[in-house]
Nanobody, 118 residues
């Protein structure tokens, strides 16, 4: 199973970006998908998750500004980021719990850089 993230870039404060992440490989089902981020010198932070029923959870730092969504048919997860702040600058990683034929494993995407200028 591989996760491929895309959509990062440079944006001014107050702007928007949309991240995408697609899972590929031998997939029976995806239990949940989520986004994490890691800023320089900081620990990786869970910012949003969405389960197979569409139930979402957000970290306090992004509530009301970021929206996570899924496309089950495409094995994909998205993050619409609005009202971006300089403190949102980080490498963003997608994450998924994937059921294959015999097990459930946790997989990570390669990370995509988001830089918000003031």
């Amino acid at each position: 199973v591989q996760l491929q993230a895309s959509g990062g870039g440079l944006v001014q404060a107050g702007g928007s970006l949309r991240l995408s992440c697609a899972a590929s490989g031998t997939i029976t089902s995806i239990e949940y998908m989520g986004w994490y981020r890691q800023a320089p010198g900081k620990q990786r932070e869970n910012i949003a998750t969405i389960n197979r029923n569409g139930i979402t959870n957000y970290g306090d730092s992004v509530k009301g500004r970021f929206t996570i969504s899924r496309d089950h048919a495409k094995n994909s997860v998205y993050m619409q980021m609005s009202s971006l702040k300089p403190e949102d600058t980080a490498v963003y990683y997608c994450n998924a719990a994937v059921r294959t034929d015999f097990r459930i494993g946790t997989y990570w995407g390669q990370g995509t850089q988001v830089t918000v200028s003031s």
